[in-house]
């Protein structure tokens, strides 16, 4: 069974930098796709980023696109999501996603196992 438990957000004013962690387990995951989403209430879960574990090919919203990294540690079977340049409009919950395959996702039903969440708030 898969886990995912997302931690490092918090509140940052606009312009600064977070660090999201991912840590994964219950499988050997070079053969996921692992992806980040973000939710606000009252909208759908929205795609953030995706990255192909085995090959590191990524991909990324239009809306984070240049301000955001993903990227996955093999050794330590981690994904992050660096935000940089944040705005007001980045505040959401975060969460860190996986399904099997070898093909960028960017649909939230795309994806078999979530985590719980973490919160990022950017202040103006």
């Known amino acids: 069974q898969v886990q995912l438990v997302e931690s490092g957000g918090g509140l940052v004013q606009a312009g600064g930098s977070l660090r999201l962690s991912c840590p994964a387990s219950g499988r050997t995951f070079t053969t996921y796709v692992m992806g980040w989403f973000r939710q606000v209430p009252g909208k759908e879960r929205e795609f953030g980023a995706a990255?192909?574990?085995?090959?590191?090919?990524?991909d990324y919203a239009n809306s984070v696109r240049g301000r955001f990294t993903i990227s996955r540690d093999n050794t330590k079977n981690m994904v992050y999501l660096q935000m940089n340049s944040l705005k007001p409009e980045d505040t959401a919950v975060y969460y860190c996603a996986a399904r099997r395959g070898s093909v960028l996702y960017h649909r939230a039903t795309d994806f078999e196992s979530w985590g719980q969440g973490t919160q990022v708030t950017v202040s103006s």
């Open positions: 990255i192909i574990w085995s090959i590191g090919n990524t």
